[in-house]
T-cell receptor, first 111, second 114 residues
Framework: SQTIHQWPATLVQPVGSPLSLECTVE??????LYWYRQAAGRGLQLLFY??????ISSEVPQNLSASRPQDRQFILSSKKLLLSDSGFYLC??????????FGQGTRLTVV | DQQVKQNSPSLSVQEGRISILNCDYT??????FLWYKKYPAEGPTFLIS?????DKNEDGRFTVFLNKSAKHLSLHIVPSQPGDSAVYFC?????????????FGKGTKLSVIP
């Protein structure tokens, strides 16, 4: 079965600082990988998805970027965080013809 | 433009009674619908899904109903239990079960009162 490791669980960062959130997946090969953000009152918003190594699609313009250096590794980054980047970030994995499976999330607070 | 709408941000139900969570969508291309359940500080977990070729899918205490003509689906939980208290997200896709294009609603917070 699929397992998603997402870290850290919580993070407090000052405005203007960089960000790197990492997600790794076990138990499946060549999955689709996603980064979602849950912000207050805004539900789950898809930020990025990847169907393979080095293949990243962005859903919304923002201060963030994503990379997939390995098949089961997905990284969310920012060079300079904004206050509006605060939220709950979720990595998700989806194998062929299965539902998306979410990690435990990272609570990011930008101060 | 919100394509998946959960118009009730919260719902309170007595333990043992039925919980009905509603979801409306606007995109007629959606053909697969899912419900996720989320506890605070955790990732959402998949609960139940339904394909547009069906109008009902049941799994234990959970049943999802789909009314395509009304572009409406609902999740019924019977009987409701305190452990069901969580935020429930409705999601939809236009590419079937394996789609990577899931559109989520804003969620409904269910509180089951003992």
């Amino acid at each position: 079965s699929q397992t998603i490791h997402q870290w850290p669980a919580t993070l407090v960062q000052p405005v203007g600082s960089p960000l790197s959130l990492e997600c790794t997946v076990e138990g499946t090969s060549n999955p689709n990988l996603y980064w979602y953000r849950q912000a207050a009152g805004r539900g789950l918003q898809l930020l990025f998805y990847s169907v393979g190594i080095g293949q990243i699609s962005s859903e919304v313009p923002q201060n963030l970027s994503a990379s997939r250096p390995q098949d089961r590794q997905f990284i969310l980054s920012s060079k300079k965080l904004l206050l509006s980047d605060s939220g709950f970030y979720l990595c998700a994995c989806q194998a062929m013809n299965t539902e998306a499976f979410f990690g435990q999330g990272t609570r990011l607070t930008v101060v | 433009d919100q394509q998946v709408k959960q118009n009730s941000p919260s719902l309170s139900v007595q333990e043992g009674r039925i919980s009905i969570l509603n979801c409306d969508y606007t995109n007629s291309m959606f053909d697969y619908f899912l419900w996720y359940k989320k506890y605070p500080a955790e990732g959402p977990t998949f609960l139940i899904s339904i394909s547009s070729i069906k109008d009902k899918n049941e799994d234990g205490r959970f049943t999802v109903f789909l009314n395509k003509s009304a572009k409406h689906l609902s999740l019924h939980i019977v009987p409701s239990q305190p452990g069901d208290s969580a935020v429930y997200f409705c999601a939809a896709s236009a590419d079937g079960a394996g789609s990577y294009q899931l559109t989520f609603g804003k969620g409904t917070k269910l509180s089951v009162i003992p």
